[in-house]
T-cell receptor
Framework: ETGVTQSPTHLIKTRGQQVTLRCSSQ?????VSWYQQALGQGPQFIFQ???????GRGNFPPRFSGLQFPNYSSELNVNALELDDSALYLC???????????FGPGTRLTVT | DQQVKQNSPSLSVQEGRISILNCDYT??????FLWYKKYPAEGPTFLIS?????DKNEDGRFTVFLNKSAKHLSLHIVPSQPGDSAVYFC????????????FGTGTRLKVLA
């Protein structure tokens, strides 16, 4: 059974740029959730995708957008990057929207 | 508005003793609670969960207790081992099928050999 994988591991971008982060869900899981973890904080929910549709969204602006593919992998896109977007971005997959979420190792994004 | 609070940023415990990590929540609509463990450079790892219809759930060395009237849950680790040293997050979610986990800020546990 393959766990949740994320790419890239680290990324450095300049303010105003755009970034795409990728996530492959655990085999058999059809739901992907994205979280942002700032330094010293717990993960904060960004949004969830279930069967290629957005299933719910946290308190993040529209410049945070996502996509889920037929194989249940997912992308997180962030436009017009701001310095405060610097964080660890975590992807979690689950079987169904209410299932226990299993996390990937995260992508560390630094915006300069 | 912090709906899930872990008021102890850190905890040190001797190997073999009990570790007790605490978590408080404010939203009475939460009905499912989880604990995750996080090592540096890794994602959070699911540890144990509890539904609001129970007040205790046990899995090996790990036991979670839920006190709904106090809106409080705790994680007990007995006996503590050096490999348990990590950051522990509690998380809560609403009614079954609700997607969103609300996390606390974490407690760093250090188990001393």
């Amino acid at each position: 059974e393959t766990g949740v994988t994320q790419s890239p591991t680290h990324l450095i971008k300049t303010r105003g740029q755009q970034v795409t982060l990728r996530c492959s869900s655990q085999s058999g899981h059809n739901t992907v959730s994205w979280y942002q973890q700032a330094l010293g904080q717990g993960p904060q929910f960004i949004f969830q995708y279930y069967r290629e549709e957005e299933n719910g969204r946290g308190n993040f602006p529209p410049r945070f957008s996502g996509l889920q593919f037929p194989n249940y992998s997912s992308e997180l896109n962030v436009n017009a990057l701001e310095l405060d977007d610097s964080a660890l971005y975590l992807c979690a997959s689950s079987l169904g929207t209410g299932g226990e979420q299993y996390f990937g190792p995260g992508t560390r994004l630094t915006v300069t | 508005d912090q709906q899930v609070k872990q008021n102890s940023p850190s905890l040190s415990v001797q190997e073999g003793r009990i570790s007790i990590l605490n978590c408080d929540y404010t939203n009475s609509m939460f009905d499912y609670f989880l604990w995750y463990k996080k090592y540096p450079a890794e994602g959070p790892t699911f540890l144990i969960s509890i539904s609001s219809i129970k007040d205790k759930n046990e899995d090996g060395r790990f036991t979670v207790f839920l006190n709904k009237s106090a809106k409080h849950l705790s994680l007990h680790i007995v006996p503590s081992q050096p490999g348990d040293s990590a950051v522990y997050f509690c998380a809560a979610s609403g009614a079954s099928g609700t997607y969103k986990y609300i996390f606390g800020t974490g407690t760093r546990l250090k188990v001393l050999a």
